[in-house]
C-alpha cells in the first residue's frame, strides 16, 4: 500500500507543481489604479469652498490624465508671453493666488494648477516621484496646446521646475525662476516631524479610519479666519484619503532632495542656450534655509540671486508685491 502511495505521489506531484508554476507565471491583468478623490468631493459646505473654490482664479477647466483628473487655469492674455506657476509639497496652486493675477494684470498668460493630491487634482495611489511631477506637467502643456513655456516653482515646485527644464528642455523658454527650492535639500535640514510622518509605519497609521476620523474632528472644530492656508491643509490632511500619503510619498522619492545632477546639467544646458535663470530666496527661510542659493548658484554659476530680508519659506505670500516685480522684470525680457 505505502509502495502504491509512493508511486502515486511521484506521478501526481509534477503534475501539480507543473500546474502550479504555469498558473503562478501566466501574466495577469495587473490591478487597476487606485485614484483617490480631490477638493471636488467635499459638500459644499465645508470650509475648503470658502477658502479655495474651484473657480478661486478665472480660466479654471479639467482634464483626465491616466494617473487622474488635474485641474488647472489660464489667465491673461492669450498672445502674452507664456509663464507657468508650479506649487509646492502641500499647499496648491491657492499659493500663487497673490502673483498670478498680477502677472497676468502685467500681460503674461499664466498657467497655474494643482499637483497630483493637492487641491482639485486627484490622487493617485503611486510613488510621487520627479517622473510622475514632469509627466503631469509635460502631459498638461500637451493638452492646451503650448509648444514652449517659461517656468517657474516655489519650494518643492522648483525642484519639479528644475527636473522640468532637464528633461523637456524642447518644451521650456530662455527662463527658469525658483523661489526658496527645493531640491538639494540635506535630511538634516529636515524637520523631525516631516521625516517621522513619512516613515511607513506612520503612513499605515495616518491612513487608518481612526486616526482620519480623529483629524476630522481637529479640522472640523479648528476654524481658522487669520490663517485660511494652514486650514486649508487640515482640511486636505483630514477629508482627502490621498493627500498624506501623496505628501509623504513626495518627502521619500519625490523632487526634495538628490537633485545636485538635475540641477548641474540645468546649469550646462542654460549656458549653452544662453537662458537665464532667476532665485529668489528669503533670508529667514527655515524650511529651505538661505544658504542653499549659495549651493544652487554653484550647480547653475550663471544663476541670478535675489535676496529678500527677512523673508522667510511663504515669500510669495509675504511678499508678493517684491515677488511680482522681480518675475516680471525676469520674465519680460523673454524672446518667448
Known sequence: MSFQCITLSLLVLPAITLIVYFLTSFPHMPDSLVIHPSLSSL?????????????????????????????????GPEDGKRVVLIHGLSVPAIIWKDIAPQLAARGFRVLLYDLYGRGYSDAPQ?????????TQLALLLQYIGWD??????????????????????????????LLASAGIVEPADMSR????????????ITSSSPFRLYLRHLANNSSSIDDPISELVRIQSAHLP??????ASSIRDGPIRNLAPTFASVGR??????????LIWGTKDCVVPYRYA??????????????IEGGKH????????????????FLGSSEL
Not at 150 to 171: E, K, R, T, W, Y
Open 314 to 329: 511663504d515669500i510669495t505670500l509675504s511678499h508678493p508685491a517684491e515677488v511680482v516685480d522681480y518675475l516680471a522684470r
Open 43 to 75: 459638500s459644499k459646505d465645508s470650509r475648503s469652498w470658502h477658502i479655495y473654490a474651484e473657480d478661486f482664479f478665472e480660466g479654471g477647466a479639467y482634464v483626465t490624465f491616466p494617473y487622474g483628473r488635474v485641474r488647472y487655469w489660464l489667465l
Open 294 to 307: 549659495a549651493r544652487v548658484q554653484t550647480l547653475i554659476p550663471t544663476a541670478e540671486l535675489i535676496t
Open 269 to 278: 544646458k542654460t549656458r549653452k542656450r544662453g537662458g537665464k535663470v532667476l
Open 148 to 177: 514652449k513655456t517659461n517656468v517657474v516653482g516655489v519650494s518643492m515646485g522648483g525642484g519639479i521646475a528644475a527636473a522640468f527644464v532637464d528633461q523637456f528642455p524642447h518644451l521650456v523658454g530662455d527662463r527658469l525662476a
Open 242 to 247: 490621498g493627500y498624506n500619503p501623496a505628501i
Open 193 to 204: 516631524t516631516s521625516k517621522f510622518l513619512s516613515s511607513p509605519i506612520m503612513q499605515v
Open 126 to 134: 503611486t510613488t510621487y516621484d520627479t517622473a510622475l511631477y514632469v
